[in-house]
């Protein structure tokens, strides 16, 4: 007999047989009926096995027993029925009367005490707590600020306001971690309910065995749920799975109160069902016991057995899982975070009051961005202005095209370029003179082609600025998987023969980037002589470091053009009579000491609010005397949970891209993005954060070239984040590891290291919660893995990653990123499942591996984001378990992918005839967004089928790929599948490949269909059958402006093609029968042929009519 109890594998023989529960070695397990029929013919010992472990199912074998066939007399089975019945009855009369009993006497001897209310204080927490320590702390910061400002408060004041911070940012940590592990637990108490079987069967029909293996499976049953129990109660009085002190421990009265009074619900939930078990034996018994030869199936009917959770409500789910936990210790946690806040309420340094200096901030419980329509019109496009520049522009573009290497060698005949230094503090307004220079350069003639503004900052990274050149060049970013000679060698080939303008932003030479600089220096040196380079840096002495002749201090602005700056961004013409706002901006500018960004910040934070009082009090502001404490006032507006997604961004280092969608994720996974508004998704909210820091200069953006969008955080506003973010976070760069990791920081981001040593100080740091492993290439592959020569047998497991898991059971982000060069393979430990609090698992290598993840990957029930490359799975189907995943970048085919209706992103859904791989799991799935590519369409069976997916309920959706690659159907059931996949209404592109139906779908054809989508800017077609004629006034066609025509076997495009009147390009590609285009619509811009034979040549003889 094999079962598995509570995680242990137990084998036992059952009549001298030892075989096991499950199926041989490469055999497959044998269906219900097929195991019915096949037992008739079978003849040996009797053998008793238990079902695959999701399932409560045992399986006895009556025809193969080796007890005389007389046994199984009809007579004798009459005997064994009142038997059953007997002890079904003494069951049940045990379960009644032994629950009452246990519970009069726990009550008489261990009465409950008085001071339990553990579940009020956790659901205080939440509500009033966490609040007041957000409050508080925001109070804090707002009186460090001002003190530090007016220079009035002294050294003790300021390190207590600072330890008062410390204090209450780790209180707040605290709480959220205990109410987030509370969460886990009740999520994974609903999933042990949850896995229970359903449904219950004795087969009819099938004979009763003989009453020892009865009795001893009813034994086996009970004991298997009552060491399930006691295994959960053992596991969770450890005091590592709450984060609370372990110098506690809990008092023996209580612990056998708490643990009784489970073992009286575990006695009734067992019970029970054993009864109705027996009662569904006798019946089905007695109604057919002549069929000897069938499989009797036991399995305990849970649909009728009420479980700890499955009838209360959260508050009782809260009450149930405190049974089972060390109440004592919690609750003086819970108290200390009170005390906490409550103390720092009380502190004197709060209470005083600073006159007119105190700072106006509009304390809000909701975020100031929450559906605010004046953050739209932040957003407007207005053209960028820039003040008080026209003198230096003219003289800066005129030494770049007519100094005295112009048109000659440089003093170093070995170089084609001349480099020109601008200096100035932080702030100052050199990035937007410099960018403002190349726009000019741009639109202003041919002098300079190509044309690069590189943001390069502290971080050096040589294979980056490589990338960036070549991006702007070739309007392409090249693969992160070239190496640093092959991009050098690019780069090269690329500037050969050009004339070109080189515009290094923010640069800082040191010891240790020297060599790096003089390899990006030669690099450039195939340009044509006459090139230049033009250097942004605080001080002079990093122009002079490259090579430069020339110097220009950058200048303040003037007066006048300082105050116009500065009303620029506070009006944007919305008041008519600006003359009182002029007055007092000339006052706010007086104490800005002319720093663009300052100007910039402030005068964004007076345009949200245009009241007169409100500018008259920041005019009497001490704190706008320095540029930093104006940066600090514009943070302080900002709303509690965005001031910690921008401490956030301090953790990374200067200069670093920063793209809007990972940043986002990670506010969400650490929880500093939430909503009560059910109908509104995280992520809509943490963009409208992102917007909010972009609006106020705390964030810039980066153009780019292939049109992802990326942001970096200037230095002085970087500088203001490390300052308010404290010792919370923590960066380590390439200048190498700090000797003291404080030991309470939260997140850290790890850029170089060397492993044995990082590693130590890792298994210190028991409170983080976010972890960012990047390098550039070794380092932090050798921590997670080997080079190694790709074999799928070699996968490498590091004891010391294992290790360092397992020690940061608090973590939330754990991020890996390597721009390695070998190939490898790795595999996650198992231990990854101790992880309660994970959310965003992330592993990025430049390099082919392949990752193995385990099974207990399914245990982390708060992962929301799964982003790997090449991921292999333990077990596939427990994906399906991980209610709360909302994005999957991976390339995952699993199972049930229906069961996750929070999954937002998913890349690929491949349709299978397997069950769980269906159509149809796509049908709840409702918050899909973004793109989503369907394959193997040629697997659907019915038109019926394909409307069960109901897509066009996925709003979301921007991109949908239809790919009917699976070539088993007639043109006929093609053309019903694709009649029931309408797309949403909002669809930006639909791509459709392999489509051969006899006609294409009146969603798509028709003038008017109320569900058809009616933003359509893109439509490819790819292998398809071909499109007769495009339709008049047609909703599908109306707007689109990208038609793009792939390998298809067409003779002629649709008729009709005039009516495209929003169409700007065509795209042919591999259409080698069609010959002549038809008219063309005037709106079109551009036709791309690709591969199309005789179409290109008729095109040279003038066959392209324009309608």
Not at 883 to 894: A, D, E, G, K
Request: hydrophobic share 35%.
């Amino acid at each position: 007999m094999c079962m598995q109890m509570g995680g242990l594998d137990v084998t036992e023989g059952w009549g001298g047989s030892s075989r096991a529960g499950t199926p041989g070695e490469g055999e497959a397990s044998p269906s219900f009926s097929s195991r019915l029929q096949g037992n008739k013919a079978t003849h040996g010992k009797a053998y008793f096995r238990e079902l695959p472990a999701c399932e409560d199912q045992y399986i006895i074998h009556p025809s193969s027993c080796s007890i005389p066939s007389s046994l199984w007399k009809e007579q004798h089975c009459m005997e064994q029925t009142w038997v059953i019945a007997g002890l079904g009855w003494g069951v049940a009369v045990i379960g009644w009367q032994l629950p009452p009993t246990v519970s009069l006497l726990l009550n008489r001897f261990f009465p409950r005490p008085a001071y339990d209310d553990t579940s009020r204080k956790l659901r205080d927490l939440e509500i009033y707590t966490i609040p007041k320590l957000k409050l508080t702390l925001r109070e804090v910061e707002e009186q460090r600020m001002l003190r530090a400002a007016k220079d009035k408060g002294s050294e003790s004041d300021l390190m207590t306001l600072g330890q008062l911070t410390k204090d209450l940012k780790s209180a707040l940590y605290e709480a959220e971690d205990i109410l987030d592990l509370v969460d886990y637990h009740r999520v994974e108490r609903n999933f042990s309910r949850g896995a229970e079987p359903h449904g219950s069967s004795c087969q009819p029909g099938a004979p009763a065995p003989p009453p020892q293996v009865i009795t001893r499976a009813l034994v086996l049953q009970c004991a298997r749920r009552w060491y399930c129990q006691l295994g959960q109660f053992r596991g969770a009085t450890s005091g590592a799975l709450l984060p609370i002190s372990d110098s506690t421990s809990i008092s023996g009265l209580h612990r056998i109160r708490g643990w009784s009074r489970q073992l009286v619900v575990n006695i009734t939930n067992s019970f029970r069902p054993v009864h109705m078990w027996l009662t569904d034996a006798v019946v089905a018994n007695q109604s057919r016991y002549e069929n000897r030869g069938a499989v009797w199936l036991v399995e305990p009917p849970v649909e009728r057995m009420p479980t700890l959770l499955g009838h209360v409500k959260d508050g009782s789910a809260i009450d149930s899982f405190l049974l089972t936990i060390d109440k004592r210790s919690l609750r003086e946690r819970i108290e200390q975070i009170d005390y906490i806040a409550n103390e720092a309420r009380k502190s004197h340094l709060l209470n005083q009051q600073n006159g007119s200096s105190k700072l106006t901030v509009k304390h809000n419980d909701k975020e100031s961005t929450s559906k605010q329509k004046d953050i739209d019109d932040l957003h407007r496009s207005i053209e960028q202005k820039v003040f008080g520049r026209e003198k230096e522009l003219k003289h800066i573009c005129g030494i770049l095209r007519k100094g005295p290497n112009a048109h000659s060698a440089s003093s170093s005949t070995s170089r084609c370029y001349s480099v020109l230094g601008i200096h100035g503090i932080a702030g100052s307004g050199k990035s937007t003179l410099a960018q403002y220079i190349c726009d000019y350069e741009e639109a202003e003639g041919n002098h300079f082609h190509p044309v690069m503004f590189i943001h390069v900052s502290k971080t050096f990274r040589l294979d980056d600025v490589f990338r960036d050149m070549l991006e702007k060049i070739t309007q392409s970013r090249p693969s992160y998987t070239k190496g640093l000679k092959s991009l050098y060698k690019e780069l090269k080939d690329k500037l050969k023969g050009k004339c070109f303008l080189l515009v290094l932003d923010d640069v800082w030479v040191n010891c240790g980037n020297q060599k790096e600089w003089h390899i990006l220096l030669d690099a450039v040196n195939a340009g044509q002589r006459g090139s230049r380079i033009l250097v942004t840096a605080q001080t002079k002495d990093a122009a002079t470091a490259l090579g430069a002749q020339e110097h220009i201090p950058i200048p303040d602005l003037g007066k006048d053009h300082y105050l116009s700056l500065f009303l620029h961004h506070a009006l944007q013409g919305t008041v008519d009579d600006d003359g009182e706002y002029e007055r007092i901006g000339r006052r706010i500018v007086e104490k800005l000491h002319r720093s663009p960004i300052a100007a910039v910040t402030v005068a964004k934070r007076l345009l949200r609010n245009s009241s007169i009082d409100f500018w008259e009090t920041t005019a009497n502001l001490d704190v706008l005397n320095e540029t930093m404490g104006a940066l600090w006032w514009s943070y302080q507006q900002l709303g509690a949970d965005i001031r910690r997604c921008f401490e956030y961004c301090s953790m990374f280092p200067r200069g670093y891209m920063l793209k809007r969608e990972m940043l986002v994720h990670l506010w969400i996974a650490q929880g500093f993005v939430k909503t009560s508004d059910a109908a509104e998704e995280m992520e809509d909210l943490g963009k409208r954060y992102f917007d909010e820091l972009l609006t106020f200069s705390f964030l810039q953006a980066q153009r780019t070239i292939i049109g992802t969008e990326q942001f970096t955080i200037h230095d002085l506003v970087h500088e203001l984040a490390e300052r308010v973010a404290g010792t919370d976070f923590l960066r380590i760069d390439a200048n190498g590891l700090p000797k003291d990791i404080p030991t309470e920081v939260r997140h850290l981001f790890i850029e170089t290291y060397d492993k044995a040593e990082i590693t130590e100080k890792l298994l210190g740091l028991g409170h983080l919660h976010t972890l960012i492993l990047e390098e550039l290439g070794g380092s932090v592959a050798k921590m997670v893995a080997a080079p190694l020569k790709y074999n799928e047998s070699d996968i490498i497991k590091d004891e010391a990653f294992g290790s360092m898991l397992m020690s940061l059971r608090k973590l939330r982000v754990l991020i890996v990123k390597v721009r390695g060069h070998h190939k490898l393979v790795f595999s996650i430990p198992a231990s990854i499942d101790q992880l309660k609090h994970l959310r965003y698992i992330r592993f990025r290598f430049t390099n082919i591996l392949k990752l193995i993840i385990p099974s207990t990957v399914s245990k982390l029930y708060h992962l929301q984001i799964l982003d790997t490359p090449d991921l292999r799975l333990s077990c596939a189907e427990d994906v399906a378990d991980l209610i709360h995943l909302r994005h999957c970048y991976s390339s995952l085919n699993f199972p049930n992918i229906g069961r996750l209706t929070s999954l937002q992103t998913v890349p690929h859904f491949r349709v299978g005839k397997e069950q769980g791989y269906e159509l149809k799991q796509l049908k709840h799935m409702n918050k899909l967004r973004g793109t989503l590519r369907i394959s193997s369409l040629g697997t659907v069976g019915s038109k019926e089928e394909a409307l069960e997916a109901q897509l066009a309920r996925k709003i979301r959706l921007r991109v949908l790929v239809l790919d009917f690659n699976e070539k088993t159907r007639s043109p006929d059931v093609e053309t019903e599948i694709i009649e029931g996949l309408c797309p949403p209404e909002h669809l930006v592109q639909l791509c459709i490949w392999y489509y051969c139906g006899s006609r294409y779908p009146s969603w798509m054809l028709s003038r008017q269909h109320p569900d058809a989508p009616k933003h359509l800017d893109k439509l490819e077609l790819c292998e398809c059958r071909r499109l007769v004629s495009i339709p008049e006034d047609c909703e599908f066609f109306a707007r689109l402006r990208l038609l793009r025509i792939v390998s298809c076997i067409w003779d002629a495009l649709p008729d009709n093609m005039e009516g495209l009147r929003s169409l700007q390009k065509l795209v042919i590609r591999s259409c080698k029968n069609i010959e002549l285009l038809p008219t063309l619509p005037r709106s079109l811009e551009e036709i791309t042929f690709v591969d199309v034979g005789k179409l290109k040549a008729s095109c040279k003889e003038g066959a392209i009519e324009i309608g």
